[in-house]
């Protein structure tokens, strides 16, 4: 995701994050479906392609008796082109699902730096995003 957040420098790269649930109440990440940015000023913004959201919805639905079973919808990704890697005011007022996982990919001069993930604000937490620790078993 990384080196397409960095092609789509200077506009937000965004895409649909897919992954289980474990049973300790943490998810893993297992793969990502890119999304054109259809916001009408993609340097600033983002707007997931509705197109790509439906089809993923689709998919994880034809998926759910399969070999990928229990893959799941977990959030999404967007990239904050030469801006921290932190819910802006503009993140905030689009965070009515507080169910989805919000990942931050910021990237600077066209590399990628810090990702960050964040839960929406929910009834206990209404007025901001809470961060979420990230771990990496690949590293
Ligand atoms: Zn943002």
Redesign the pocket.
């Known amino acids: 995701m990384e080196a397409a957040a960095e092609a789509a420098y200077p506009e937000e790269f965004c895409a649909l994050l897919l992954g289980r649930s474990l049973p300790d109440g943490g998810w893993r990440l297992e793969d990502y479906r890119p999304a054109a940015n259809v916001h009408p000023q993609p340097r600033r913004h983002?707007e997931l392609d509705p197109a790509v959201h439906i089809a993923t919805l689709r998919e994880l639905r034809q998926n759910r008796d399969g070999k990928e079973r229990g893959l799941c919808l977990l959030g999404h990704i967007?990239s904050?082109p030469d801006a921290k890697a932190e819910?802006?005011a503009?993140?905030l007022s689009m965070a009515h699902d507080p169910e989805m996982l919000w990942l931050?990919l910021s990237v600077r001069r066209g590399k990628a730096e810090h990702l960050t993930a964040w839960r929406p604000p929910n009834p206990q937490n209404p007025d901001r995003f809470a961060p979420v620790r990230l771990k990496s078993d690949k590293r």
């Open positions: 983002f967007h904050h819910p802006s503009t993140d931050i």
